[in-house]
């Protein structure tokens, strides 16, 4: 039998890895550029690697590992998924597992109301398939997408993502794409700010849909998050996500929301678009339905299921260990009532970064909900825009990012230019870690500012 090489900490360093990555993968690769490192073991909220230096993880795998590294119940599930000679990959045939997963995703929204459609294995393939069937359902063409959105990187879900650095370097993406201005409390995109700017952004859309003289024919589907994640932790305010659903139903166009990051307790609640009250057409979820594992699914009004047999279809929706893992991660989170962890932490670590704003004026905005936080780094010495906003200083942010790295601390970044460090902790993450995370940000600004500023 062949042991597979699972590396122990031993002799060898990081750097001896990072070359060997760099000499065998495609220059493709974006992790390893900011956080250069080889993991070697990983636990919770901590990381360790070969040469045995201990990083507290607020990254998470984007948001995928919801229950932190090598939880218990996704150790289990898999080690009893793996001794009951269950298939590991079954299509879309059933399995008494499947059932399970199943029966207890749909536990989470409105009884009868839901189906759920399994898709490939990630968060792209769940947007992709979701405007397929807006469109197989309206028969219509054109999506609505908006401003800082982030649906994937395949050919048709990058062509709904505001990005233009990635959008740029392909030609010919998916046509009938119409992007709107989405809601910014720091960055307002009309120049208004506050409470006028989400009234005139609230208004700008119904008009948008219903002026004849808009030159833009009603779209198959309007796609959004309801807190944006890779373009800077973004929340849409409740009056404007509600009128997008109002006026979505009154014109028969189908409401999609991307949950692939923000869904799974990391707003506090269990869905994102839940802090509007809202109900979506459709609803895409990955990353942490998995356990940690590859999977995306979709869940669908019933009366929007509008597939023939076989309609849309994907070799991996059968992956058994994914739906073990995902099953033991939802029961954890309902047990654990994970979404209150997430809520109460991420009230602590907002009140601490907005104290630390207060002394560092390069932090421009602390924003986000429960474990889903974005801290806007700017260059307080330019001048404020017309709403009291300062320049984004992406160049900044990389530098703190880089000296959080030094001072074992993994965290991303996100927004215009990359100015935005995100903190997508685990929801288990303990209060005394949360205290760890803030003292280590803290020493990590101020490193960064006498290397960028001195």
């Not at 109900?279 to 299921?305: H, N, R, T, Y």
């Not at 997508?424 to 803290?442: D, N, S, W």
Request: charged letters at 20%; glycine letters at 10%; hydrophobic letters at 40%.
């Amino acid at each position: 039998m062949t042991n597979t090489p699972v590396n122990p900490i031993n002799q060898a360093t990081n750097e001896y890895y990072l070359t060997r990555q760099n000499e065998m993968e495609s220059n493709v690769r974006s992790y390893p550029r900011k956080l250069p490192l080889a993991i070697a073991k990983a636990q919770g909220c901590w990381v360790t690697d070969v040469e045995g230096n201990e990083y507290l993880d607020c990254l998470a795998g984007a948001g995928t590992l919801a229950l932190g590294h090598n939880h218990p119940a996704v150790i289990q599930a898999i080690q009893d998924v793996l001794a009951s000679g269950l298939p590991l990959h079954t299509l879309d045939l059933t399995t008494p597992l499947k059932d399970a997963f199943t029966e207890e995703l749909l536990s989470f929204f409105p009884k009868g109301e839901y189906r759920l459609q399994f898709c490939g294995p990630s968060g792209a393939d769940g947007t992709e398939a979701a405007i397929k069937l807006a469109k197989t359902y309206t028969g219509r063409g054109n999506v609505i997408s908006f401003s800082g959105g982030y649906h994937g990187m395949t050919h048709g879900s990058l062509s709904m993502t505001g990005n233009l650095n990635a959008k740029n370097a392909v030609q010919n993406l998916m046509a009938g794409v119409q992007f709107m201005p989405y809601p910014h409390e720091y960055r307002c995109p009309l120049g208004i700010g506050g409470e006028a700017g989400v009234e005139a952004l609230t208004y700008y859309f119904e008009n948008f849909i219903e002026d004849v003289e808009s030159g833009v024919v009603k779209p198959a589907a309007v796609i959004l998050e309801a807190i944006q994640g890779e373009g800077g932790v973004v929340t849409a305010p409740v009056k404007w996500l509600q009128k997008i659903r109002e006026v979505t139903k009154k014109h028969g166009i189908v409401l999609i929301l991307d949950e692939v990051q923000a869904g799974f307790c990391r707003s506090g609640k269990m869905f994102a678009f839940e802090h509007a009250g809202i109900e979506p057409d459709v609803v895409v979820m990955s990353k942490a339905v998995g356990g940690s594992l590859p999977l995306a699914v979709l869940a669908i009004k019933k009366e929007f299921d509008a597939w023939q047999p076989a309609g849309h279809t994907g070799t991996f929706r059968g992956n058994q260990l994914a739906m073990a893992t995902g099953y033991a991660s939802l029961k954890v989170m309902k047990e654990q009532n994970l979404a209150k962890n997430a809520e109460e932490r991420g009230e602590f670590l907002k009140a601490e970064l907005k104290k630390l704003a207060e002394t560092y004026g390069c932090i421009g905005n602390v924003r986000g909900k429960g474990l889903m936080l974005g801290i806007e780094i700017v260059d307080e010495r330019q001048p404020q825009d017309r709403i009291g906003s300062y320049p984004a200083d992406g160049v900044l942010a990389a530098e703190i990012q880089k000296a959080c790295f030094k001072n074992k601390l993994l965290l991303e970044r996100g927004g215009r230019g990359g100015n935005v460090v995100r903190i997508l902790c685990p929801l288990i993450i303990t209060q005394a870690e949360c205290e760890e995370m803030i003292k280590r940000f803290t020493q990590s600004v101020q490193d960064a500012l006498k290397v960028t500023r001195s």
